[in-house]
T-cell receptor
Framework: GENVEQHPSTLSVQEGDSAVIKCTYS??????FPWYKQELGKRPQLIID?????GEKKDQRIAVTLNKTAKHFSLHITETQPEDSAVYFC??????????FGSGTQLTVLP | KAGVTQTPRYLIKTRGQQVTLSCSPI?????VSWYQQTPGQGLQFLFE???????NKGNFPGRFSGRQFSNSRSEMNVSTLELGDSALYLC?????????????????FGPGTRLTVL
């Protein structure tokens, strides 16, 4: 089955700096890669996703890149703000058409 | 559209008891997936239901079961509760989108049910 690894597990950045979270996946048939943000005590919220037929997608301060050859994808957050502090999960949809999640990254934006 | 709802939000049970959790998906969504979230294990997939049929199943013991009704609402049941079953149980509804032969499973989560087993 699909296996998704996510790094780092914790990340601290100064407000205004950029943050990058990386994930690798194992199933070469994976074709959909969403990212979720989970604030403390709340549900995971879909913030951006990318399909395997594109290499990059951007939405304001958030961007995701995908390298199918290397089987890795990354979340980039620019100009970080305190409200970006949360746990971020990557996921991959493999050949079984279900999502497999990474272990999460606790992002802390320091004021 | 109303979002995904889950009931109850909090539950306290003792070992050996059983529990039933409920999930109502977004209107029009026919797929419901269930996940167990714990601090150490992250989001672990339990099972997925589509049109009242279990389509996928994760690596959980048979004590974990589920079902889906004709209105797409889903329930999951855990029998003979163990201390290790304490977790946040999340359901997610999805409406699959298609592009040619590709299928994309965009999922939206409910608020979860916090289960504590004493």
């Amino acid at each position: 089955g699909e296996n998704v690894e996510q790094h780092p597990s914790t990340l601290s950045v100064q407000e205004g700096d950029s943050a990058v979270i990386k994930c690798t996946y194992s199933d070469s048939a994976s074709n959909y890669f969403p990212w979720y943000k989970q604030e403390l005590g709340k549900r995971p919220q879909l913030i951006i996703d990318i399909r395997s037929n594109v290499g990059e997608k951007k939405d304001q301060r958030i961007a995701v890149t995908l390298n199918k050859t290397a089987k890795h994808f990354s979340l980039h957050i620019t100009e970080t703000q305190p409200e970006d502090s949360a746990v971020y999960f990557c996921a991959a949809q493999g050949s079984a058409r279900q999502l497999t999640f990474g272990s999460g990254t606790q992002l802390t934006v320091l004021p | 559209k109303a979002g995904v709802t889950q009931t109850p939000r909090y539950l306290i049970k003792t070992r050996g008891q059983q529990v039933t959790l409920s999930c109502s998906p977004i209107s029009g969504h026919r797929s419901v997936s269930w996940y167990q979230q714990t601090p150490g294990q992250g989001l672990q997939f339990l099972f997925e239901y589509f049109s009242e049929t279990q389509r996928n199943k994760g690596n959980f013991p048979g004590r974990f079961s589920g079902r889906q009704f004709s209105n797409s609402r889903s329930e999951m049941n855990v029998s003979t509760l163990e201390l290790g079953d304490s977790a946040l149980y999340l359901c997610a509804s999805s409406a699959r989108s298609y592009s040619g032969r590709a299928v994309y499973n965009e999922q939206f989560f409910g608020p979860g049910t916090r289960l504590t087993v004493l």
